[in-house]
């Protein structure tokens, strides 16, 4: 069998972008089985992949992936194994765009096998050994804006809510279990709330107001556990839930007033750590780039305030999503 014996250590890379082809005897690990077969083999400098399709290879071929020399300070790449992918492992007849973006690693080829399998009518019997596999580490940067709804609650106001736009940007690191379907994550995120709202007393005719104006930034942290959906290698869907914690920097200005009138009176009221729970469905490209919609249920910054009045803050948000 052919197998590429470049060397892949950076100080041994040739300048030669074609792999350097030997016959040899090894022994292959059978990875997925079925009509598409994926296989790999380990060597000292690391690991290769083989595949065998049915009526169309007799024997194992290598997913070539090679490092090489372009210049004497410039590292180039030969992905042929996307087009090999493209062309052998492609039973949906996907565009070549979809192939472009694949990345040379087990998890992506397994994925990727079984869906086409699926697709061909055939079963496929994954061989893994999951005490084996680590738990993966996924860093994630995103930001996004959120539709807040903000609104005090007490027994002498009139009922009411006002929506503004909000912004927050944060990083999450999360651990990803062996069976690539659990995650749990931590998040930290920089947020900033502005918004404001009058109100009428309940049961009078009286022309007085009572207006308060937030004016914060927040840093919220948050831990919980995402589940997801992976529809094939290079697509999939995630829920997850977290409990949140509120650290705010800011305060809520209450001043009160005639109707028409300039306010005859103003303090501020200081606006306390805050635990809420958050929910998200999102999309992830390539394991790569995602989108999420989130809901947040409401915050009552008034804890330990001389005040009876609750806040009624919470919102959805849609954030972008980039993972390393």
Known sequence: ????????????????????????????????????????????????????????????EQLVYKKYKQTESTIAENKQFRQQLFNNINCENKGIEEFTNINYSEDTFVKLFKSNNTCAGSESVEYTNDTAKKIKTVYTVYAGLGNMSFGIKGSTLE????????????????????????????????????????????????????????????????LGPRYNLIINAANKIFIDGAFGMNFPFGNIENSTFLFGDPPNSTSDIEIKTSFFANFGVGYVFNDKYGICVRYETNRNMFTNSPTADITQISRVMLNLRYSF
């Not at 197998?3 to 690990?29: A, C, Q, Y």
């Not at 947020?191 to 009286?206: A, H, P, R």
């Open 1 to 60: 069998m052919k197998i590429d014996m470049s060397p892949s250590n950076v100080k041994r890379l040739s300048g030669d972008k074609e792999p350097h082809w030997v016959l040899k005897t090894v022994f292959l690990n059978i990875l997925v089985e079925g009509a598409s077969t994926l296989y790999s083999y380990r060597q000292s400098d690391g690991i290769k992949y083989f595949y065998s399709v049915n009526n169309k290879k007799d024997y194992p």
């Open 159 to 222: 009922s009411g809510k006002t929506n503004d736009l909000n912004y927050s940007a944060g990083a999450e690191i999360a651990f990803r279990m062996p069976s690539d379907k659990w995650e749990f994550f931590f998040r930290g995120e920089y947020e900033k709330m502005s918004s404001d709202i009058t109100y009428k007393f309940n049961n009078t005719t009286s022309r007085l107001r009572t207006r308060y104006k937030l004016d914060s930034s927040n840093i919220n942290f948050y």
